[in-house]
């Protein structure tokens, strides 16, 4: 059974068109007792732009977490540019959405609200991303996550 006429129909009814973005989430640095912390926070995330814009999208996710535990994410993202040419481009963005996996309950419904600030600089279809998660807590870190990927 063919799939890819239901799956484009769903995407047009969420105003979204087909992905344009790939992303590998690798590593991160905490900004205090880093040792406490998994850094290697390997995953994977696809970007879909919504019609008609290519500054939002719609995104979603997995990787390792800062306490080794498997999170998935999903949002909405936007993106400005601070500069762009033919084959450079630097944007600064937002992310804001749902993320599980940081609560004490490690169940799946343990779903905690997101709004990230990120950094993306790319050559050509490559890029490379930053973001940064604020210290929420005594029992947390700031947080600077690093992510490599691929515009289609």
Do not use: W
């Amino acid at each position: 059974m063919d799939i890819g006429p239901a799956v484009v129909l769903v995407l047009n009814m969420l105003h979204l068109k087909l992905p344009n973005e790939i992303e590998m989430h690798f590593t991160s640095h905490h900004l205090s007792d880093s040792s406490r912390f998994n850094e290697d926070n390997f995953g994977l995330g696809i970007r879909f732009p919504i019609k008609n814009t290519e500054r939002f999208g719609f995104t979603a996710g997995t990787y390792n977490n800062s306490y080794d535990r498997q999170s998935f994410y999903t949002g909405i993202t936007f993106d400005h540019d601070l500069c762009k040419s033919d084959n450079y481009v630097c944007k600064a963005g937002i992310i804001g959405g749902l993320v599980s996996g940081y609560d004490k309950d490690t169940s799946a419904s343990a779903i905690q609200p997101i709004a990230l600030p990120q950094l993306t600089l790319g050559y050509k279809n490559i890029f490379v991303r930053s973001r940064f998660i604020p210290k929420i807590n005594k029992e947390t870190s700031a947080v600077f996550s690093f992510s490599a990927g691929y515009n289609f």
